[in-house]
């Protein structure tokens, strides 16, 4: 037989939780990822502007790629070659978005939650959900007590001081966290 305690009345929200931080947790970026994102320009930038000196001042040879040197020696002038197109890097702006699946949209839906489209909302999201969880193992616990209480007609046990924190803890919750439950 089962008991009172191991029916915790808001599993499957909880499951819809830890679900969702899944996929949060899943999409962050890496940690090379966010160095790669906040270093590089600053860091190539003074790297480049010693060469392009360098260069100038003459201790630099500029050297042809490979392609430029065949060119070269084919009778082509090398800076007749079709430039390079240097724009946006399309891997990391199509990375920045994501396309959750159905269910998963669904699972944020059942927390009130909406679900992150960039990567950057992730962390706000992580702890907006984290809020939800505690939120609903916290009143989900003061319900079972409650039940047990009146299941045994000792309201005692109301006034235990398990109870009595997890009220406190409950009342001091984020407003925005409980109209979300």
Sequence with gaps: MRRLEDNHPFQA??????????????NLPTPEEAKDENQPDEEMTAQQKQVAADIASG?????LSKEERDQELAG????????????????????????????????????????????????????TITEIMEALQTKGRLEQIEAKAELLKDE??????EYLALSE?????????????
Excluded at 59 to 63: C, M, P, R
Excluded at 156 to 161: F, H
């Design 169 to 181: 803890n409950y009342k001091n919750q984020n407003e925005e966290t409980l109209k979300r439950l």
């Design 76 to 127: 082509g002038d090398p800076q007749q070659k079709k430039p390079k197109n240097k724009g946006v890097d399309k891997s990391k702006v199509a990375s920045d978005k994501l396309a959750p699946e159905l269910q998963t949209i669904m699972m944020f839906g059942k927390l009130g939650v909406s679900p992150p489209v960039k990567r950057e909302e992730l962390e706000a999201i992580i702890k």
């Design 156 to 161: 005692e046990i109301l006034k235990s001081e």
């Design 13 to 26: 929200e909880i499951d819809a939780c830890e679900v969702c931080l899944t996929y949060c947790n899943a």
């Design 59 to 63: 201790k630099l040879i500029e050297g």
